[in-house]
């Protein structure tokens, strides 16, 4: 018996595999979202001669616009996969501008990078809002008064029966 365990240990790593290989099954694919910006496509768009109804036949309509400058077009792109407990890992992202004139006449295309993005950090505070929370009495008794005889025993709409129709 020692003899053929000895003999199958180099071979154990191979039966490995099939094993390992069952194992890619069950990871998370990646996500693909928004809208994807190519090089080929930015080469067909020229500054200071393209408009922005060029920039929408070509693209589509942009992620979103600058809050405070409503002719700076965003696309953004990123690639997700989910991590441990369910939340997103940012994979790859990418962010491409187009700066329009006030006349809609494209001024300038540049990329946003990782380098040039600012971390913003969330408050650790709430914010507490009027409301939604009932005392004890307040949820024995916050159903007295609503009774719907529609609801359930057959009957429909609460009108003696019938189809309520």
């Not at 069952?22 to 496509?41: D, I, K, N």
């Not at 507490?128 to 009932?134: F, K, R, V």
């Amino acid at each position: 018996m020692r003899r053929l365990a000895t003999k199958l240990r180099p071979l154990f790593p191979l039966l490995l595999l099939p094993a390992l290989a069952g194992c890619a099954l069950f990871t998370a694919q990646p996500r693909y979202r928004g809208t994807a910006v190519t090089e080929a496509q930015l080469k067909q768009l020229t500054p200071g001669v393209s408009t922005e109804a060029d920039a929408t036949a070509l693209l589509g309509s942009p992620t979103l616009r600058e809050t405070f400058h409503d002719h700076d077009w965003l696309y953004v792109s990123q690639v997700t996969k989910p991590r441990i407990g369910q939340t997103l890992g940012v994979e790859k992202q990418q962010v491409v501008v187009l700066d329009f004139t006030g006349n809609g006449v494209l001024k300038s295309i540049r990329r946003v990078g990782g380098k040039q993005a600012v971390h913003v950090a969330m408050a650790g505070g709430r914010t507490h809002a009027p409301g939604g929370h009932a005392s004890f009495l307040q949820q024995l008794v916050g159903g007295v008064g609503h009774y719907n005889p529609g609801l359930g025993a057959g009957s429909a709409g609460g009108l003696g029966g019938g189809s309520g129709f």
